[in-house]
């Protein structure tokens, strides 16, 4: 990229990369640590391609110092992960395990000596599988469980994470763990649901207060948006596209930023759980909203009988990743000018705390991993991050998904997102050139 035709981003923009603690860790029954509903999860035949596990994953719990002279080496201002919450609390309950809070400790510490900014998830779907038998985020429970979780990982790092986000993607996590199944915990129960979705607000709502008990300043939580692409400008159609837009992307916003859940009455039977109190809780003021895109989604009118307000079919005419999802950059100048005049006064700074595709990597003869689709994906979404700061929105942040290939969910190792790439036999790490441009583009942004 020549320097005139560079885009420019404001001064002290954090330049990140994002991964999660059941996805790169391993060491599962090191440390102290519980099962996780992940661990129930991929035991079940055909949940996960390959029948993959994550005992072993990227080995990060005993390679975090090599990973962060990577990151080191990228130049990353700062560094996206999550804490387990089976290494903290084992079990979801009770005291803390010094052993599982140690490890983050070094961790953090790592990474400040490196002058990264520390940006920690306090939950990425690794539930305790003990709080799952009590029923996960179905019962109300479980969002106390949660905010007591909160507290012992800031008992310890409250003076030094300079970011906190309660949830990764209360939405994937509720629609793929609970309505389909596709995830642990692996219910299938459509309408049935939506208490996770109100359990895990005011998880975050509960949790907020706790940290901010401990003098943290800087919350979030982080949401999986798409912006909702109706098929044609008919009424039917549209009216299936706004629909789709308040499942995905207004029903985990609105509550935490407007204290209301949207109006929810285009769907058959949504109930939600919510007592006294709880939107005031949820709704506490916060210092930045994260957004991962990955694509927008195209939204049709139902087909007779479909139980559900829209059909989602395949958007045709992009490129798609390895995933098979559309390559659409501008979808992500779009989703954040959606926010910015959505939201208006009531949106604090947005972060994008995912954004990244996979590729089939591999190691080439010469022990380079050539993946240029992979920069050009991401040299598109920075541009159209660009674009969206250009046009008023404020933005402070950019997280490539992700540092390292790892375990992909339901897809184990067969899908790779990385910048560095991953052998799962050796633990080699190769730098793929997406993380050598990567390195580029942050150098020169920090040096321009
Ligand atoms: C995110 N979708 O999940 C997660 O936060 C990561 O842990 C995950 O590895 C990454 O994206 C890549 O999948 C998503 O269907 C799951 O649009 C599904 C969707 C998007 C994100």
Redesign the pocket.
């Given at each position: 990229m020549s320097v005139a035709d560079r885009p420019r981003f404001p001064e002290g923009f954090w330049w990140g990369a994002a991964t999660?603690a059941f996805?790169v860790e391993g060491a599962a029954a090191e440390g102290g640590r519980s099962p996780s509903i992940w661990d129930a999860f991929v035991r079940r035949p055909g949940a996960v391609a390959d029948g993959a596990t994550a005992e072993t994953a990227c080995d990060h719990y005993h390679r975090y110092a090599e990973d962060v002279a990577l990151m080191a080496e990228l130049g990353l201002s700062a560094y996206r992960f999550s804490t387990a919450w089976t290494r903290v609390q084992p079990g979801g309950s009770g005291p803390a395990n010094p052993e599982g809070l140690d490890f983050y400790e070094r961790l953090t510490d790592a990474l400040l000596e490196r002058g990264i900014a520390p940006v920690l998830t306090l939950f990425?779907w690794d539930l305790p599988q003990e709080l799952q038998e009590r029923g996960g985020w179905l019962e109300r429970d479980t969002a106390y469980r949660f905010a007591e979780y909160a507290g012992l990982v800031a008992d310890r790092l409250a003076d030094r994470v300079d970011m906190w986000i309660t949830l990764?993607?209360p939405f994937?996590h509720m629609i793929y763990g609970y309505a389909w199944g596709i995830h642990a915990p692996g219910l299938p129960l459509v309408y049935g649901a939506l208490p996770a979705a109100h359990h895990q607000l005011l998880a975050h709502g509960l949790a907020v207060a706790e940290l901010r008990a401990r003098g943290v300043r800087s919350v979030a939580i982080t949401n999986?948006c798409?912006p909702a692409w109706p098929a044609s400008r008919e009424p039917a159609d549209l009216a299936a596209a706004d629909a789709y837009d308040r499942l995905h992307n207004r029903l985990f916003t609105d509550p935490v930023l407007l204290g209301e859940y949207p109006d929810l009455s285009a769907f058959d039977s949504i109930e939600l759980p919510v007592q006294d109190g709880d939107l005031k809780v949820i709704s506490a003021p916060l210092d930045g909203l994260g957004l991962?895109y990955?694509?927008p989604t195209l939204v049709a009118a139902p087909s007779p009988g479909a139980g559900l307000p829209f059909d989602l079919p395949e958007m045709t005419g992009h490129p798609i990743t390895a995933f098979g999802w559309p390559i659409v950059p501008d979808g992500l100048r779009e989703l954040l000018e959606l926010f910015h005049h959505r939201y208006g006064g009531a949106l604090p700074p947005l972060y994008v705390t995912?954004n990244g595709a996979s590729f089939p990597d591999v190691v080439a003869d010469d022990g380079t991993v050539p993946d240029p689709s992979r920069i050009d994906f991401l040299d598109g979404h920075v541009r159209a991050v660009a674009a969206a700061i250009d046009a008023g929105v404020d933005v402070r942040g950019y997280f490539a998904?992700?540092l390292l290939d790892n375990f992909?969910?339901a897809e184990g190792y067969t899908q790779r997102?990385g910048l560095v790439h991953v052998d799962f036999e050796t633990q080699r790490r190769t730098p793929k050139d997406s993380f050598h441009w990567y390195r580029d583009l942050i150098a020169a942004q920090r040096g321009a």
């Open positions: 999660s996805q990425h990764n993607e994937v999986n798409s991962n990955y694509r995912e998904w992700s992909e969910w997102f």
